[in-house]
């Protein structure tokens, strides 16, 4: 697994003076949608525990420059990124950047997405389901050292290097897919409406419909109903 053995500042080694305060976990938050990056700031300088957001990014591009400037303990990462996906920010970081830790937190739980994001040199995984106060306990852990994951997904990592997951036959199927593809797949093999999908993606009901068409041909499949059974049958739900 890359990026496991890194130097990293945890939070004892950002605290301040003797008998002082510790100094604020620096965090960089990364996401396409701002209202959700609005959000985790929010939620964050709400949070009694040090948590200091430096940065904000929406693309890969931006994501790389706002970590390479200001170096922080941890980037909270979203896996679907405009300009290559996550996994994408932490390579081109490595050496630039080789003290920070990354933290993936993303709508996705799909077990490709994990596993290929902690692959990728990530600490943790998390959804976007967790609570702030869940959220300020992950960052400190990872900026601590520890790997940390929601119950579930942990479950996916132990299984992929176990052999359980076929992880190459999933990126195959996969690969036919766009990233804005995939986020429709699953949420319509879990059985959300057009409506339910077009509100969580910040997208029309009618891009919807688009991506849905295109799915299903891309997929070699006749139906949601076909969709789900695919998307079970790879652990993809």
Known sequence: MS???RDVPGRAEQAGEPGGAPRPVRVVVVDDHHMFRTGVRSELAAAPAAVA?????ADVDSAVAAVERERPAVVLLDVHLPGGGGVEVIRRTQTTAPRTRFLALSVSDAAEDVIGTIRGGARGYVTKTISGAELVDAIG???DGD????PRLAGFVLDAFAGAIQVAEVDSDLDRLSE?????MRLIARGYAYKEVAKELFI?????ETHMS???RKLQLSSRHELTRWASDRRLL
């Open 53 to 57: 957001v430096v940065a904000e990014a």
């Open 141 to 143: 852990r990872v900026a």
């Open 3 to 5: 990026g496991a053995g």
């Open 204 to 208: 029309s009901v009618k891009t919807v």
């Open 147 to 150: 790997a940390v994951f929601s």
């Open 180 to 184: 804005r593809e995939r986020e429709v």
């Open 214 to 216: 295109s799915v299903l």
